[in-house]
């Protein structure tokens, strides 16, 4: 039995001898490097490292230097985590709107404005003219005096993927539904010809696309109140209902890919989904079927409507000179050489009129019909709403969808209850699903311990006795 | 007789269909790592590759190096998640056989307050203190260090009353006698009560280890640099936005379990035997 201790004692100290060498002391940003706090990985991380690269060969006043920091959901709390410090935050993050209106009610975030019109640093009103309106606007923060906040950095725009051979096959003339009932007696089609309809992954950017393609808003004028209880949002949750009443359309695993595999697999004839999904779904049809895509139906009567969606950059606040220097680089990567290379390696979109008009950008569309869908497109995309407690009202309106698709609640009460539910975390009130509050969590704490201190107290008087 | 044999053969029918429904997960994840990008996303699934991609696990060594733009591989990610599991265990163990002998063992003012205080804090969820652990790192300097990624994690409650519950079941015979022979109460901790606790001790080391080779969210929280990554963030890399490669996300999923599997295997008797004596579901 001793031996069997020192055995174990001479691993314990073998155990920290191993943590000896581990990198100990503060590890400041290196001051003249800005740091930029991103999430892309794989074939995307090495060409924004490319890009990032080039950018320092530059000889800038700073040169940027990358960290990946995983999902939006890790950085979004690596970055609240960090101004809550009050120390080191980066100078870069990529962050979606709601995320931004969060960092600017912090304080955290800088207005882009006075770079953008500085002499020296900013950008000219023709370069400021050729990056798309809908894209720019989606960077204004009318609830935080319409300002810049943020610059693109990831844009794409919610499309219907078909399988055009499908809807030949069911009788159809193989072009995209263009209208919501036209969706919908495609999907009856194929459903008689035995096959699957739409796939459908519930996702809060489908549902308040389908809301504005039934001429609906998402929020009210003053960007203070959802308006799911309108008659365009119950139209969207009455179709999503009906259509899963029929056996129209079904429920993939949520985040799971699901659609994206019964596509390819030829399995369904719709999905909606990113434009960013197309360079996989190719790589995984090859050429087994003949497929496009479209902008999403909308109602009779109703303009095309789609959601840009994608992140953006935000410069943190810092110092002056930090600031000014993280600006410059937010310059670079928008100009046009440096976005048709993004949109080029990556799938996004490019956010300026002139990339579009680059050889490699035109050669790029020229090589399939499908290829500028996406972009052509992006006239008729808008951006969701980018206030503070969007992120929670996501997860309620994801909760009402699922709702719909499995029949449980009629669509009006589905959209009412999301309507309350939604202003409730718009008032800051938080998701009305989150889970309990640091209080009560602490009084329930409370309760047991001292239940379990009282229980202690009684079996030590009767050992004694 | 009869009925014996029939019980006997329902039980281990039972008895197997729980391992192939606990083993299943395992064959998916391996199967999964040998198939081709193809195969893995066919729908409906595949049950076995039609070729084995060996490949997929050089790829998913090398992956870690793309995105940090070849600063790391997935040898640094295991280096710093086995220096910091290691640390983690082992210091957990230190502060449980203390503090478990002390609530177990000895009398002072305020033992039931404090260990009902240590105790209540089981309740309160990570999530909660998450800021101000945070800010705590910051504030001590320790930011992207291995101090931030073992330090606060070195006090175990659960592992602290497990071990309290051992050590309350240990005769007070034994400890009178070692008085007799000149014990006092460290050499009697050190000498006798915690070596008749290894199946306690053990069943501590693997939940230790494995909660700390599985964190992800604190390890992404205070860390900055590649060099200072863990394997959980290695597999967090591999899942994209849009698209995730699954046959190199099982590949590294399968490298990445090994060593927890491994330290399993080996102290796979005296976990069993810490379960059933400490009364633990695992």
């Not at chain 1, 939006?72 to 993050?93: E, G, Q, S």
């Not at chain 1, 953008?116 to 894209?135: N, R």
Request: aromatic share 10%; with cysteine.
């Amino acid at each position: 039995m001793a031996n069997r201790m020192r055995r174990f004692g001479t691993l314990l100290s073998l155990l920290c001898l191993l943590a000896a060498p581990a990198g100990c002391g503060d590890k400041a940003p290196p001051q003249g490097e800005l740091i930029f706090w991103h999430m892309q990985s794989q074939d995307n991380a090495v060409l924004l490292q490319q890009i990032v690269d080039d950018y320092n060969a530059a000889d800038p006043p700073m040169k940027v230097s990358l960290r990946y920091v995983g999902g939006y959901t890790d950085l979004f709390r690596k970055v609240r985590a960090t101004i809550a410090t009050n120390k080191m935050p980066p100078d870069l993050v990529v962050a979606y709107e709601s995320m931004v209106a969060e960092y600017i009610e912090l304080g955290a975030a800088v207005a882009l404005d006075d770079y953008i019109a500085d002499p020296e640093v900013g950008l000219p009103p023709a370069d400021l003219a050729d990056i798309f309106p809908g894209i720019l606007a989606g960077n204004r923060y009318p609830t935080y005096g319409n300002l810049y906040y943020t610059f693109p950095f990831t844009k794409s725009v919610l499309m219907m993927y078909y399988n055009r051979d499908m809807l030949r096959q069911a009788g159809l003339s193989g072009e995209p539904p263009v209208t919501w009932s036209e969706f919908k007696e495609a999907c009856k089609a194929v459903r008689a010809a035995g096959r699957q309809g739409y796939a459908l992954s519930v996702d809060a950017s489908t549902v308040d696309a389908m809301v504005m393609s039934f001429g609906g808003e998402l929020l009210d004028e003053a960007n203070r109140r959802a308006l799911f209880d309108s008659p365009a949002s119950l139209a969207a949750f009455r179709l999503i209902h009906d259509m899963a009443r029929d056996g129209l359309c079904y429920q993939i695993d949520t985040r799971s890919y699901g659609d994206r595999k019964d596509f390819a697999s030829g399995l369904c004839a719709f999905m909606i989904r990113s434009s960013t999904t197309r360079p996989y779904i190719e790589k995984d049809i090859e050429d087994r079927f003949d497929w496009d895509m479209a902008i999403i139906p909308h109602a009779e009567g109703v303009d095309p409507v789609t959601v840009l969606f994608g992140a953006n950059i935000a410069v943190l606040r810092t110092t002056p000179e930090r600031q000014r220097a993280a600006w410059r680089f937010v310059r670079y990567f928008s100009s046009s050489e440096v976005t048709a290379r993004w949109a080029m390696g990556t799938g996004y979109l490019p956010v300026r009129a002139s990339a579009a008009k680059t050889p490699a950008v035109r050669a790029f569309f020229e090589e399939r019909a499908r290829n500028r869908r996406a972009f052509d497109a992006l006239a008729h995309a808008r951006t969701e709403p980018g206030v503070a407690g969007w992120q929670a009202v996501r997860t309620e309106i994801e909760l009402a969808e699922a709702d719909a698709v499995r029949n449980r609640i009629p669509p009006k009460e589905i959209a009412e209850k999301l309507s309350r539910e939604a202003n409730i975390a718009l008032s800051g009130g938080g998701s009305g699903h989150s889970g309990p509050t640091a209080v009560s969590i602490l009084a329930v704490a409370g309760i047991l311990a001292a239940l379990l201190a009282a229980g202690l107290r009684k079996r030590n008087r009767e050992a004694t006795q | 007789m009869r009925r014996a044999g029939t019980g006997k053969a329902a039980s281990h029918a039972v008895l197997i269909l729980g391992a192939l429904v606990v083993a299943f997960p395992f064959f998916w994840m391996l199967s999964t790592s040998l198939k081709t990008g193809a195969e893995a996303d066919h729908s409906p699934p595949t049950l076995l590759p039609a070729s084995p991609q060996f490949s997929n696990y050089a790829e998913a060594w090398h992956s870690a190096a793309k995105t940090t733009a070849g600063h790391v591989t997935f040898t640094t990610y295991f280096g710093n998640s086995v220096t910091v599991a290691a640390c983690v265990t082992a210091g957990v163990l230190l502060t449980s056989i203390l503090a478990g002998y002390a609530f177990a063992n000895m009398r002072f003012r305020g033992k039931d307050l404090v260990f009902v205080l240590f105790l209540s804090t089981m309740m309160i969820p990570f999530e909660v203190v998450l800021v101000p652990n945070f800010r705590t790192m910051v504030a001590l300097g320790w930011y992207d260090t291995y101090l931030a990624l073992t330090v606060p994690w070195m006090a175990n409650v659960f592992s602290i009353f497990i071990l309290r519950q051992f050590f309350r079941s240990i005769p007070g015979d034994y400890f009178d006698a070692a008085q007799i022979d000149g014990c006092g109460h460290w050499r009697y901790m050190w000498q006798v009560a915690v070596p008749m606790a290894a199946p306690a001790l053990v069943t501590i080391t693997i939940f230790t280890f494995l909660g700390s080779w599985n964190a992800l969210m604190w390890p992404m929280l205070v860390t900055d640099s590649a060099e200072m990554r863990v394997v959980q963030v290695g597999l967090s890399i591999l899942q994209g936005e849009e698209s995730t490669r699954f046959q190199v996300l099982m590949a590294a999923s399968a490298l990445v379990i090994i060593p927890v599997v491994v330290l399993y295997l080996f102290l796979q008797r005296r976990f069993v035997e810490g379960v059933s004596h400490t009364g633990i579901k695992a």
